[in-house]
């Protein structure tokens, strides 16, 4: 279809507008633009009146018995010999039940105390959910198998150092163990004591953290509880 040779409204207006921008402006010899316009400016993003751009909802999991909210989730399981019957495989599961709720727009990680620390990614940071990481990382979590002592400190200070690190606004520590703080080199009790101290001190109210205390024997719900409440989390209590 042949248009005529004028010129088309739209586009007369449009390049016009162009034109306005690529002159440099004889009065305050900005190359750049017209006067007050800069490259700086004109890098930033379009801002249009009455329309806001849209954020992603933060995802939503079901971690125990409660509904969680947030766009990062980070993991912190107790993988100790006082978790090794049973115990260990219902965190897991549990684990592996809160990764496969995660939509592509959310980060995640997941760490593995006993006497040492293991941590999925390798790199300390949290790692987008798209399906092939849900994948590998639900695969990386089923290979875990006891291992000895309960350094729950340490691990509960990578789980926070990779939460400070998440760019986002709301994450949140999901927390499975027995409670038992039996690290090595250490009084059990002011272990624990300490930990509380420690981790309440560290996070300083950034991040919640949910605790699901796992286990039918041996289990310290006192230390469970405090540290959710301590940390503005829930707790969930779960037997073998």
Request: charged residues 20%; proline residues 4%.
């Amino acid at each position: 279809m042949r248009t005529s040779r004028g010129a088309i409204p739209g586009v007369s207006v449009l390049l016009a507008l162009l034109a306005g921008v690529a002159v440099a402006d004889e009065r305050t010899g900005n190359r750049f633009g017209p006067a007050g316009a800069t490259k700086e400016n004109l890098d930033l993003p379009l801002s249009v009146p009455g329309i806001e751009l849209e954020e992603d909802p933060p995802d939503i999991v079901f971690f125990g018995e409660h509904r969680l909210e947030g766009d990062t989730f980070i993991l912190a399981l107790d993988r100790s010999s006082s978790m090794a019957q049973g115990e260990l495989e219902i965190g897991k599961g549990e684990a592996i039940r809160v990764i496969g709720q995660l939509s592509d727009s959310s980060r995640f990680a997941v760490v593995f105390y006993d006497q040492g620390v293991i941590r999925f990614p390798g790199n300390g940071r949290p790692i987008q959910a798209t399906s092939g990481n849900r994948a590998i990382a639900i695969g990386w979590v089923s290979t875990i198998v006891p291992g000895r002592g309960t350094c729950v400190r340490e691990g509960l200070a990578v789980a926070l150092e990779i939460a400070h690190r998440a760019s986002t606004g709301s994450s949140a520590i999901l927390v499975l163990a027995d409670g038992g703080t039996t690290c090595p080199g250490h009084n059990a009790a002011r272990y624990g004591m300490q930990t509380l101290s420690d981790v309440t001190r560290s996070n300083a109210g950034r991040h919640k953290i949910h605790v699901c205390c796992v286990g039918s024997d041996r289990v310290d719900v006192d230390f469970c509880q405090s540290l959710a409440s301590m940390n503005g989390g829930s707790f969930t209590r779960r037997s073998n």
